[in-house]
């Protein structure tokens, strides 16, 4: 694996090592906390993972994290599950989130952006303001702490306030995106009982305005414990019935008061796909965000006051959550209304450049689009503010590497990243003082053992493993929400290797210290005793100018057989004739092996996906296996449930 990309893509030049805050931070750690002096981030990294207590204890002094109850230790249990962090500390999440109002009180902590593309600020001065007014509502509603606050909001400046609020009281944040369906949000929202409901009237996505009023009628019906509904109108309706007016809530001029709640206190439920089941609601405490993110926005990615960090997101991914807290470092947060494509395929780059983007992150399937469409960043916008484009959601493949050097900047920062919903937060990603080499992700992140384990259990670099983490992370989840004896959240994550958080992916753990990923663990497709991942098809396959997008599924026959089917989505105008089988099958030979020629290959209408985009493959091999659709998946967790009728048919046709 080493041998691989002998020579970087990318080296950070002298004066990025020596102004990096990681670089700052490893000096200061050396000096106070006993932190290697030299040997750079690799020797960092050791230090952090091997001082777990002492590393953490250094992230908060150097942030400055305001602990108004001391804590009697770090780290009281380091049991998995279970860990105890920080315990008898008290604390508020949105009084560090918004610190950055004393001193830059006239300088935008939000640039709102809707398909029209022009920035609308939002002043640190404003945004404290109507956090402390709507605060003050919620306490007036009888929202106490633990109360659980649900928004149905796209990507607005509110949904930052709301949240802020919510945080500030001491409530339990949760969120949908307004392009999920009623069935969708119910699933998640019933799961937490929600005290108050946030709601705009609807939304506007690719130059179309979608009127949601009636999904928001019905979920005010099937949720029985809201005492508020609050209406945002973002397309101009008037307030329903019974409903209250967000420009009422927020028109006061109140400092926020910050209920100090323990460490491990709830700030948040995120869920999981749910592609398969009712969605995991997974809660995530107002400490452990605090501290994950500021280690990872402050030192993996480099960020500060000076910066503007935009992420193509939507309040129902966490990436949304993991935004916000951009707020954390002082940093001009990017919020993004609208479709990554409107009205042409380079929208982001578009957006980039207006708002003076100096972190923006996408998903790898757009950069992977940009190539496909010809889109010319350098050439059509000025990006000379973007220091790092940073790329997550799958991984991206070393073309999608390859065309961010050759068509943003040779001097670029590449950051892809690997992470989840279960964490809010990276396993392995930036790291702005090391080498970027093509199709890898740099190193695993501070504070974080990531180790690729055999079947056995037993730790392999430069071979294919699972990705395990071996010591637990503050933003790990304290519990999931309507799991009282932590059986679900055991059986997630721990119950192959007891002790060691498994998270489901394939990984490679290169022999200098880069991390490679290679799809999940839990669509396997085990070709002969060889196990791959379908990600390392999918990069070899969508290559080829005609595939649009790709699924693969391997599937055990009764008859001990193994059929391997490759789905093709092609792009307009292209034929899968005998010429494209041919090229597709000589692809995945030669740059992948002879056993990853797949036994069929299938032109489908569309590969189905979660609602966060990401492509679903165990639910399709149910379908192909015969499993009932209504028990295959959960038709609430799909972007298209009409995709799935196809794959059902064909298994009805083989069967």
């Not at 670099?461 to 990705?467: F, K, P, Q, T, Y």
């Not at 070709?527 to 599924?553: F, K, N, T, W």
Request: charged share 20%; aromatic share 10%.
């Amino acid at each position: 694996m080493s041998t691989v990309n002998p020579e970087p893509l990318w080296r950070p030049d002298p004066q990025r090592l020596a102004e990096a805050q990681v670089t700052r931070f490893q000096t200061w750690a050396a000096e106070r906390h006993g932190a290697p002096s030299d040997g750079g981030y690799p020797a960092l990294h050791r230090w952090s993972v091997a001082e777990l207590e002492t590393f953490w204890t250094a992230v908060t002094e150097w942030f400055d994290v305001r602990l108004s109850t001391p804590c009697t230790r770090v780290l009281a249990d380091r049991a998995m599950p279970g860990a105890q962090w920080f315990p008898g500390a008290t604390l508020n999440y949105a009084e560090h989130a918004l610190r950055a109002a004393t001193t830059r009180a006239d300088e935008p902590a939000l640039l709102y952006v809707d398909e029209t593309h022009e920035p609308q600020p939002v002043t640190w001065a404003e945004l404290r303001r109507q956090v402390g007014s709507l605060a003050a509502e919620l306490r007036r509603l009888g929202v106490r702490p633990g109360d659980r606050v649900s928004a149905y909001l796209p990507n607005i400046p509110q949904a930052v306030v709301a949240l802020l609020a919510t945080a500030a009281v001491g409530g339990v944040w949760t969120s949908c995106a307004p392009d999920f369906g009623a069935r969708s949000v119910l699933d998640r929202f019933q799961q937490v009982e929600p005290v108050v409901l946030f709601t705009v009237d609807g939304y506007r996505y690719g130059g179309k305005e979608h009127d949601r009023r009636d999904v928001v009628a019905e979920l005010r019906g099937e949720l029985p414990t809201l005492r508020a509904v609050v209406h945002i109108p973002l397309l101009g309706t008037e307030t329903p019935e019974g409903a209250l007016d967000w420009s009422a809530l927020t028109a006061a001029d109140q400092e926020p008061t910050f209920e100090q709640v323990p460490f491990e206190h709830p700030l948040w439920v995120l869920y999981s796909s749910g592609t398969t089941g009712l969605p995991k609601a997974i809660v995530q405490s107002q400490g452990g965000i605090l501290l994950e993110h500021l280690k990872q926005l402050g030192l993996h990615c480099d960020l500060g006051p000076q910066d503007r960090f935009f992420w193509y997101t939507s309040t129902g991914w966490m990436m949304w959550n993991f935004l916000v807290s951009g707020l954390l470092t002082g940093t001009t947060v990017v919020l993004y209304d609208g479709s990554p494509g409107y009205p042409d395929t380079a929208a982001q780059w578009r957006i980039a450049e207006r708002t003076g983007a100096t972190l923006y992150g996408t998903s790898a399937a757009y950069v992977m689009a940009c190539r496909k469409a010809d889109v010319h960043p350098a050439r059509d916008f000025d990006l000379s503010t973007v220091r790092c484009v940073a790329t997550t959601g799958s991984p991206l493949p070393p073309d999608g590497f390859r065309w961010l050097h050759d068509e943003v900047r040779e001097d670029l920062w590449i950051a892809s990243v690997s992470g989840g919903t279960d964490v809010c937060s990276c396993f392995a990603g930036a790291v702005p003082t090391l080498p970027v080499y093509t199709g890898e992700l740099q190193a695993p992140c501070l504070g974080t053992d990531l180790q690729a384990w055999d079947p056995s259990g037993r730790p392999v670099i430069d071979e294919v493993g699972e990705l395990v983490v071996t010591n637990p992370m503050p933003s790990m989840p304290v519990y999931f929400w309507n799991d009282p004896d932590g059986s679900r959240y055991h059986d997630s994550y721990f119950d192959t290797y007891p002790g060691a958080w498994r998270h489901g992916d394939w990984i490679t753990l290169t022999s200098r210290g880069s991390v490679v990923i290679h799809g999940r663990s839990d669509s396997t497709l085990n070709r002969q005793g060889v196990r791959m991942g379908s990600a390392d098809i999918y990069e070899a396959v969508e290559r080829l100018p005609e595939i649009r997008e790709s699924l693969v599924i391997g599937i055990e026959q009764p008859d001990g057989g193994y059929w391997m089917p490759l789905f093709v989505h092609l792009t307009p105008g292209a034929v899968l004739d005998q010429a494209l089988l041919d090229r597709i099958k000589q692809t995945i030979r030669e740059e992948l092996s002879p056993r990853h020629v797949p036994d069929e290959v299938i032109e489908v209408p569309g590969v189905p996906h979660t609602l966060t985009g990401k492509r679903i493959e165990v639910p399709v091999k149910r379908l192909l296996q015969g499993t009932p659709l209504e028990k295959a998946v959960n038709p609430g967790s799909i972007d298209n449930l009409e995709l799935l009728h196809f794959y059902e048919n064909l298994a009805r046709k083989r069967s």
